[in-house]
């Protein structure tokens, strides 16, 4: 999966009743679970009405596209430049490619862009079932995972948003779960799927496994597996071949519990059960929460690098403007404490003599000093402060979210002196990345 490269696409439209125009069209490559590169975003002038309930969703109106817009054939020639011959991967494939985007290659006489990947909103419905956030729309799962706050309902915005949930929330589970090649996720979101809690019904909300324990609720997916509905019969039938493993699936497990477990244990929900006999319950939320926590710490990471990356730029460049107006601004403030002493050399003689105005002018040497060694202290920081390469600062980004990652002190929660020494070490190295240490780093 990491060496495959692909195209992560959006779409705004016109609304959902055919025929379709697209609006905004968005996409962004990706290598693996990454992005790479810049991302495409045009929007798209087909001289069609807009209806105000699609307007009032992603902003757009017919006037603002026959101004800002481009012609759809000038579009889809720039993104099948874009795309080449990637797969196409969409946050609801079905709508985007086949209801929106083929329809409207055929009207317009395109020839069919890229090829057809995977679904990411299957992938996410699979990989974070039971889903902790209620349900698996984007702007929900941006929200309860915390994720970057992009354009929602623009089609750059959620292409950047669904491109985040990839890389910091799904390849985490997908990777514990082995799905290690892009075949893997493709052949994964195709297979038939259910999701663990039961949709509608007299038992809805429920988990299916709960059957194993519960009778009427077993009796009840075999009442489903035989109905003449061809969706439903094949929901319950997907229901009890899976109850009739002896453990729950793979897929089911988010993270292995801390545990130690005898190799001949029998896990039961909730519990484990060692050989000795003894019972340890283990919450079923607490897996879910420390991969959430895990991605949290990932993406706080990748912010602090990025931040730290532009601070540095920032440093960099007001090292070189002080550097160029220093002589100016320290002649400028000398001039200020002469015109400041001055008036109250006067002041202080008329009103108190010579005594009380000698002390004025101590004080004047004083903050004279003081201004010259402010200066000083400014242009050796100056000196030090290195402008960061592009190879520095991703190696920079890397060295530290690497080492963070290694040394965070809350992996090591009521180890009083482990948690102590890792705070200090934390601590060294965030200071060493607020100055672009690399060396120490390193």
Not at 218 to 241: F, K, V
Not at 375 to 387: D, F, L, M, V
Request: hydrophobic share 40%; with cysteine; proline share 5%.
């Amino acid at each position: 999966m990491n060496n495959t490269d692909w195209v992560l696409i959006d779409t705004e439209t016109t609304g959902l009743s055919a025929p379709i125009f697209v609006v905004e069209l968005a996409a962004q490559r990706m290598r693996g679970w990454e992005p790479n590169g810049e991302p495409f975003r045009r929007l798209i002038n087909q001289n069609a009405d807009i209806p105000p309930e699609a307007s009032r969703v992603h902003g757009y109106t017919r006037e603002i596209l026959e101004r800002d817009g481009d012609p759809a054939a000038t579009v889809y020639r720039d993104f099948s430049l874009y795309v080449g011959g990637r797969p196409i991967v969409a946050y609801n494939l079905e709508y985007d490619l086949e209801e929106v985007l083929k329809p409207e290659w055929l009207r317009l006489g395109v020839e069919p862009i890229g090829t057809s990947g995977f679904c990411a909103l299957r992938l996410a419905q699979r990989l974070l079932d039971p889903v902790l956030a209620g349900n698996c729309k984007l702007q929900t799962l941006r929200q309860f995972y915390r994720l970057l706050e992009r354009g929602a309902h623009t089609a750059l915005g959620d292409v950047q948003t669904v491109s985040d949930l990839m890389a910091n929330i799904l390849r985490p589970v997908a990777e514990h779960r082995r799905l290690e090649s892009w075949s893997d996720i493709c052949a994964y979101t195709r297979a038939e799927w259910f999701p663990s809690r039961i949709a509608f019904g007299k038992f809805k909300g429920r988990d299916f496994r709960d059957a194993r324990t519960d009778a009427p609720l077993r009796d009840w997916l075999g009442w489903l597996a035989s109905s003449s509905n061809p969706r439903s019969a094949s929901m319950g039938q997907w229901y009890l071949e899976r109850l009739k493993r002896a453990e729950p699936e793979g897929e089911d497990i988010l993270s292995l519990p801390d545990v130690a477990v005898e190799p001949d244990a029998r896990q039961r929900s909730g519990s484990i059960e060692t050989a000795a006999g003894i019972v340890v319950y283990i919450h079923p939320e607490i897996a879910p929460l420390r991969n959430m926590i895990a991605a949290a710490r990932a993406r706080l990471a990748e912010i602090e690098a990025n931040y730290t990356r532009d601070r540095c730029a920032i440093e960099a460049t007001q090292a070189k403007l002080f550097n160029l107006v220093r002589e100016h601004y320290q002649k400028r403030d000398r001039l200020r404490l002469v015109v400041d002493h001055r008036r109250k050399y006067l002041k202080v003689l008329l009103a108190s003599g010579d005594q009380e105005a000698a002390h004025v002018a101590d004080d004047y040497e004083k903050a004279k000093a003081q201004s010259d060694s402010n200066y000083e202290g400014a242009a050796r920081a100056a000196t030090n402060r290195k402008e960061l390469s592009g190879e520095e600062e991703s190696e920079l980004r890397a060295l530290w979210k690497k080492l963070v990652r290694l040394y965070h002190p809350d992996r090591f929660a009521g180890e009083a002196e482990t948690v102590d020494t890792y705070e200090k070490l934390t601590s060294a190295i965030n200071r060493a990345k607020e100055d672009g240490d690399i060396a120490l780093l390193r």
